[in-house]
Structure formats: C-alpha cells, structure tokens
C-alpha cells in the first residue's frame, strides 16, 4: 500500500497506551512521526506518515482503542488578507501552531505545528482561517 | 508655573504644522523618561486607538425615492433585515441582526456567519449589496415590493451611528465550569482553559482620558477609517474608577461612547463583519481619539502604562450570566499581554480579542493626519459625565 498520512487524536484515557510500539510490533508498519503533542492525562494529537502492508489493519486496531484516525488530505491556511491579528485564536490552538508574536502582538501561524483540528476555523471571529483541500 | 494649553492654542499649532503629536505609546515612556512636567509643555497631542469588536454598531441608510414611491414596510440587505420604521426610505442596519432564516443556535453552537456588521463591511467595500423591501401602498405610496441592487456610492446618505462603542475597560473572561463556552468574548474553554480580554490597554482611549477631562459631543475622532465625532456618551455609561482590596485606584472601567460618522468616508479595513461563534453576529471597529495634553493632570492619566491599568476577571459560566457581581480578582493588561496569568492558583493562557497591532496603527494614522495639518481638535461642546456624577446602571425586573 502506498504511504498514508494520517492524523491521530485520543482522549486522557488513552494517552498512557503505547500504540506506536503496537503498530509497528503487530502490523509490521513504518511509522515516521511528523507531529506530536502527547502529554499524560491530557489529549493528544499525533501526525504520522505509515509505510506498510497492514495499513488498514493498523487504522482499524487504532480506532478500537478509541484512538481516532483522520486522514491528513486537508490543510489550513491563514488568509493573511482578512487575519487582523486580534488574537482570539492563540489560546485555543491546541498546539500553538496559532501564536502572538511579542512585542508587536501579531497572530502567525506556524503550518509545521497545526494538527487540522479546526477549532480556528470554526472560532475565528473575521473568518481568516480557511480549510484547503 | 504649570503648564494650561487651549484647544485653539493647539489647533493653531497643528495650521502651522508646529504641534508635536505623539502615540499614547510613546508617551509611556517619554514620561517615565522625562517626567509629566517637561512632557506636558513639549507634547500637544497624544493619540490613542482600539480595534475590537463593538456590539451597538450600526448605520442609517438614505437609500433615495423610486418611482413609482414605495414606503418601506419591512427592509432587507442582503437578506439581513434593517429597521425601517423612521421613515419611507430611510432604514437602520443593526451590527448584530443576523439573516432572516439563520439557524442561530438550533444546531448549536451556531455559526453566525453573516449579519448587519457584514452588510456595513460589504457596503464600505463598495460591493453590491441587494436590497429588498416592501411596502402595504399608500395613494402617496403606491408601490409595494422593490428588489435592486446597491451600492454605498448609490444611495444619499450613509450614516454610522453607534450607540455604545469604545468600552474603557472590560471584564477578562475565563470558565470554571466544565464545559466548552461560546460567548461573546470568544471560545472560554473548560476549567479555566483560557482568559480572553478586549481593550488595547495603554493604548485604549479611554483609558487615557478616564475622567473626561477632554472628550465629549464634538471630539473629533478616527472612526472606521474616517472622520467622526463623538455625539454623547455611550449607552450603559457608568464612568468610575476599579478600587483595589488595599484602596488602591486599580484605573477606570465603565465608560462609553456614541460614535457617528459618515459611511462614505470609511474603509472595510477599519469596519469588519465579525461572528461568534454559538453567540452571534457583530462589527469590529476601528477607533480613535486624540487627547490634548492641556494640563499635567490629563498628562499624567494619558502616560497611564500597561501595569497601572487592571482589568476585573470575571466567570461567565455563573457570575456573568446571572449578573451576580463576583469578580475572581484583578489582572494588569502587563500581565494580560504576556501571555498567562494565575486565576485560582492556575496559571492560564490568555489571548486578547481586539488587535494590538490595528490599534497602534490607527494611533499613528491619527498623529500622521494631525501633524500634517488635516486633522484639527473638535473641543467638546459640553464634556460627558465622569466618575464623579455617580451614574449606576438599571436592572430589568422581569
């Protein structure tokens, strides 16, 4: 199968399971982790590139244990033309992709840290962030 | 002696292009630097700016007589309905009025995507905006549906009217409960997941004048890009100074403006359509005052810096919706900018919900205009009530 990028999000229940070392152990997959924001008791996000035969196997052990699994076709983009940097997202980012530069206070967003979770889209009071296909 | 400067003395040093103009961000720190004494004499003008959002925000529109006359009944821009009862063709485009056949919060949160505050910022942008009306026909009146195009270049007058604007101080909004928020002050994330604000701070115009010593009807101000003018005070103005546990002044809280201006003159820049989501619709504005340094006392107030002036954290899980008057405590807009302050013993992430860097560009656009000699003081034909005068909002009994 041809390598797939795939976003991971699992819940504080779940955070302490170790099901990198399951993937690569049980269902034979490369894993290349390009994102990761995991810390105990807390949600997680996780951004993989997986190489292998098993893919679908591995998605489908992934999503019994509650983990889901949203492939990484979409990609969020700051309409810099409409951003006018009031802030309103950087403190529900979860991964600080979306950030107050100080001391000028201007919103940047850093695409290397964004999981695609939406929540800047969907809070975004002037509409600048916009989801790309 | 101490320094006492006239609004004419300063008008006439910005004819003769001679009147020093600063940003209320400069003055910070020329006056930790050189005093309020030496600044008062040398500087004439301090110039402040906010751009946030600003719930009562409208505009009277003039759309001009078809032919046959219609007297409007019920009026819609693009699909959002204004207030058509003043007059046959005359209409009031309200910031926070949503589509007619919005979801609103049915399939909650609701996303609000366009209102009056849209209407404005399409109309500004000089977009065609589509207007539909009707009438119940009159022998003066006979016409009875309309349905046309129009832009802001078409119709006779346009008229930014805003009732309450420029809030001097504002609550910084956090969430105890345990879950998810949508509110007007944004997304407050559970278990003080995060603190929003909304004022620039040191740079927020009424921060800088807070007993009113220069603003009042006739200040001449930057409004949306354009010339407007301050008409009263604001609707639910309660001027009055936050007192610490310790009796220490805290700085002002409560003041409000009414804003006007015309339409034509403003900038889709400085007017933005703004949606909340699960809250609403709104307009975020920008606005601009420039203060007249005429004596040291306005000196010293306007030289206020970001750890002098606090605002009130306040739960809108509990406290706000029931109108109970706890507050968690007080957080310097020092503190605010940083990035994180303690509520509870938590440390929290915080976020403002008005542009810093939009304020201090109107700040300098303000001092650019006065220094080139465009932009002459408006002296207030009658100054607003201030801390003093002991105005306290109503209840509504229901």
Request: proline share 6%; net charge neutral.
């Amino acid at each position: 199968m041809p390598p797939q990028k795939v976003v991971l999000r699992f819940g504080a229940d779940i955070a302490d399971q170790p099901v990198i070392y399951k993937l690569v152990k049980d269902y034979d997959l490369v894993i290349n982790i390009l994102k990761a924001n995991v810390n105990p008791q807390k949600e997680g996000t996780m951004v993989l590139d997986i190489t292998g035969e098993k893919i679908a196997e591995g998605i489908e052990y992934l999503r019994r244990v509650g983990v889901r699994v949203q492939s990484l076709t979409e990609e969020i983009i700051q309409n810099e033309d409409k951003c006018v940097s009031c802030g309103a997202c950087t403190a529900i980012c979860p991964t600080g992709a979306l950030y107050l530069e100080r001391p000028s206070m201007e919103v940047y967003f850093d695409s290397d840290r964004c999981v695609v979770c939406h929540l800047c889209v969907k809070t975004c009071p002037v509409r600048a962030m916009e989801v790309h296909f | 002696m101490a320094v006492e400067k006239t609004f004419q003395e300063i008008n006439e040093k910005i004819k003769s292009g001679k009147a020093v103009v600063v940003t209320a961000e400069e003055l910070v720190s020329m006056v930790k630097e050189k005093g309020v004494k030496r600044v008062t004499s040398e500087v004439d003008v301090v110039t402040t700016g906010t751009f946030g959002p600003m719930c009562s925000s409208g505009a009277f529109l003039n759309f001009g007589h078809s032919k046959p006359k219609i007297k409007m009944y019920r009026v819609w821009l693009n699909g959002v309905p204004a207030y058509t009862g003043i007059a046959a063709v005359d209409a009031y485009i309200g910031a926070t009025e949503v589509r007619e056949g919005d979801p609103l919060n049915s399939n909650y949160p609701g996303e609000f995507r366009y209102g009056g505050g849209h209407v404005i910022q399409d109309l500004v942008a000089r977009k065609k905006v589509l207007l539909k009306a009707i009438g119940y026909g009159t022998d003066c009146y006979p016409c009875k549906e309309i349905e046309t195009e129009i832009t802001l270049d078409d119709i006779n007058e346009a008229i930014l009217f805003n009732p309450r604007n420029a809030y001097q101080n504002y609550n910084c909004a956090v969430n105890l409960s345990s879950r998810t928020l949508y509110t007007y002050m944004g997304m407050l994330k559970p278990n003080l997941g995060n603190a929003h604000y909304s004022t620039s701070g040191l740079l927020s115009p009424l921060l800088k004048d807070p007993m009113f010593r220069t603003i009042g009807i006739g200040t001449r101000i930057f409004l949306g890009g354009g010339i407007g003018y301050v008409v009263w005070n604001g609707t639910q103005h309660s001027p009055s100074f936050i007192e610490g546990k310790d009796g220490k002044n805290l700085g002002p809280a409560g003041g409000t403006l009414a804003v006007l201006g015309d339409l034509k003159q403003m900038s889709p820049r400085w007017l933005v359509g703004t949606s909340f989501i699960g809250y609403g619709a709104t307009l975020t504005v920008g606005l601009g005052i420039p203060i007249p340094l005429l004596n040291e006392e306005v000196c010293r107030y306007a030289a206020a810096g970001d750890d002098e002036l606090f605002a009130p954290i306040v739960d809108y899980s509990e406290a706000y919706p029931n109108r109970l008057p706890d507050i968690l405590g007080y957080v310097s807009y020092a503190e605010l900018k940083s990035g994180k302050i303690t509520v509870k013993g938590k440390e929290v992430p915080t976020a403002p919900l008005s542009s810093y860097p939009r304020a201090r560009e109107i700040a300098r656009i303000l001092k650019d205009w006065i220094q080139k000699g465009e932009f002459m003081l408006g002296e207030p034909v009658q100054l607003l009530p201030n801390a003093g005068a002991g105005i306290k909002t109503n209840v509504l009994n229901g």
